[in-house]
């Protein structure tokens, strides 16, 4: 079984809204990360959350107050709500996990990688 599995992308409007979701199989790892890659363009950091009492979130700042990351630990899952959303959201999104603490925009810490979900934002 894949140790991350994403759901919810698809095709919205400018403006629009998207929930992303991604179910763990193993736990806990110490904390998960979402990036995105679009077309031509490297992967990057678009935010993180560890699995501490407190849940310290991290965030990009081009989705700063538009993208929120939470997750439920009795599901085991991590979500990401996407609000306000532009086309140059537009990308491949990518949960990540890892079983190190540190710095939540560090994609080398990230060891467990799902298989990416396309978000499609259209003008």
């Known amino acids: 079984q894949a140790p991350l599995v994403e759901s919810g992308g698809g095709l919205v409007q400018t403006g629009g809204s998207l929930r992303l979701s991604c179910a763990a199989s193993r736990r806990p790892f110490s904390a998960y990360g979402w990036f995105r890659q679009a077309p031509g363009k490297g992967r990057e950091f678009v935010a993180g959350m560890d699995n501490g009492t407190y849940g310290t979130t991290a965030y990009a700042d081009f989705v700063k107050g538009r993208f929120t990351i939470s997750r439920n630990n009795a599901k085991n899952t991590v979500s990401l709500q996407m609000e306000s959303l532009k086309p140059e959201d537009t990308a491949v999104y990518y949960c990540?996990?890892?079983?190190?603490?540190?710095?939540?925009?560090?994609?080398?810490?990230?060891?467990?990688w799902g298989q990416g979900i396309q978000v499609t934002v259209s003008a």
């Open positions: 990540a996990a890892r079983t190190t603490n540190g710095v939540l925009d560090t994609e080398s810490a990230y060891v467990y």
